[in-house]
C-alpha cells in the first residue's frame, strides 16, 4: 500500500521561506514523475510543481521562480524549496505520483502538511 508522508510545512511570514519533504513508502518514486499539490480553504486541488524521474521540472505560474522541487531517489524522498513566499501561497501541501493522480483522482492522498503565509 502506497503512504505519502509530507512534512516541513508552518507559519512563515511573507517573503520567507519554507522546505516541504514527501516521503514515500510502499513503491519507488524511481521512474516516476512526482508531483507537488496543494489546496486553499475554498479552492480545489491545485498541481504547483512537478519533477520527473530525471530530475526535469515543471511549475505553475504562480510560483515559477519561487519554488524549486528536488528528489532523493535512493531516500524515496522529494522536497520543495518554497521562496518569497506570498500569502496566497497558503495552503495544505501534497505530494503525489503523477499518474496515479491521472488515472484516480480519487486516489488517495497524505496528510498533507499546512503552509501559512502571513502578509
Known amino acids: 500500500q502506497v503512504q505519502l508522508v509530507e512534512s516541513g510545512g508552518g507559519l512563515v511570514q511573507a517573503g520567507g521561506s519554507l522546505r516541504l519533504s514527501c516521503i514515500l513508502s510502499g513503491m519507488s518514486i524511481s521512474g516516476n514523475t512526482m508531483g507537488w499539490y496543494r489546496q486553499a480553504p475554498g479552492k480545489q486541488r491545485e498541481l504547483v510543481a512537478t519533477?520527473?524521474?530525471?530530475?526535469?521540472?515543471n511549475y505553475a505560474d504562480a510560483v515559477k521562480g519561487r519554488f524549486t522541487a528536488s528528489r532523493d531517489n535512493a531516500k524515496n524522498t522529494m522536497y520543495l524549496q518554497m521562496d518569497s513566499l506570498k500569502h496566497e501561497d497558503t495552503a495544505v501541501y501534497y505530494c503525489?505520483?503523477?499518474?496515479?493522480?491521472?488515472?484516480?483522482?480519487?486516489?488517495?492522498w497524505g496528510q498533507g502538511t499546512q503552509v501559512t503565509v502571513s502578509s
Open positions: 503525489n505520483v503523477v499518474a496515479i493522480v491521472i488515472r484516480n483522482p480519487n486516489t488517495s
Open positions: 519533477i520527473s524521474s530525471g530530475g526535469s521540472t
